[in-house]
């Protein structure tokens, strides 16, 4: 299980987010919505330990306290975190990743099926993310984060800037490893269609910094899509902001 117990996070000296307390377990899909600036990428790279981020309060994986662990050695454990911009990686190629995420010289014929079920291997050897269009670099990237068979999955905006047929397969493909690993996801998204696909069991909504709802995500999503953010602060089901 994934345990946030008070976490609050700053960086360059400004609190960005404040007492978040999350949980997600094995086989759990979390969901967490909320405006532009509320918090939520800083959420996934504070759990994913990029530096640069000051934490307090505590992140628990399994038991373990994370807070003092690197990006390297919270990797090692199973936390993956995959990007809203994936970055252009020029000089490396997606194959030659590939294997440093399987840590095999050789694909399995389970990872050729992968590489084919996402339509990459025409894409195996050109330098990583460059002049691919938005949904390519959406596939190439969820398909390095699933060789890598992750415990813990933490997804911003798999569906930014990808196209219907694109987020149909990435939504699926990751919905059937979760399922079948027992791993746990922690989803921010904006298009609520991610959902038609996936099933995620919890849902929350930051603004400015605070958790400000719990609740079923496709009902967070129908909610926000109708009254906006300000709707989830007076939700029944939210906490009052002070």
Do not use: W
Request: hydrophobic share 40%.
């Amino acid at each position: 299980m994934l345990e946030l117990k008070n976490l609050s996070v700053s960086k360059d000296g400004i609190k960005i987010l404040k007492d978040v307390s999350l949980e997600v377990g094995p086989g759990e899909i979390l969901t967490v919505f909320g405006p532009n600036g509320s918090g939520k990428s800083t959420l996934l790279k504070a759990i994913a330990g990029i530096p640069g981020y000051f934490l307090d309060g505590e992140i628990l994986f399994e038991g373990a306290l994370l807070n003092p662990l690197s990006l390297e050695d919270r990797a090692k454990r199973g936390v993956s975190l995959g990007f809203q911009q994936p970055t252009d990686i020029p000089g490396i190629t997606l194959r030659q990743l590939l294997k440093i995420c399987s840590k095999k010289e050789e694909f399995s014929e389970d990872e050729k099926h992968l590489i084919s079920k996402f339509r990459m291997e025409g894409f195996l050897d050109r330098d990583l993310n460059v002049h691919f269009s938005g949904g390519e670099k959406k596939r190439a990237e969820i398909l390095q984060i699933l060789f890598m068979k992750p415990k813990l999955l933490l997804l911003d905006e798999p569906d930014s800037g990808v196209d219907i047929e694109s987020l149909k397969l990435i939504a699926t493909e990751i919905q059937e490893y979760i399922s079948k690993s027992r791993a746990m996801a922690i989803l921010v998204t904006h298009q609520g269609t991610i959902l038609n696909h996936m099933a995620s069991q919890k849902g929350c909504v930051l603004v400015e910094g605070k958790v400000a709802c719990h609740e079923e995500p496709k009902k967070i999503f129908d909610l926000v899509s109708r009254e906006g953010y300000k709707a989830c602060i007076r939700c029944e089901h939210g906490s009052e902001r002070k």
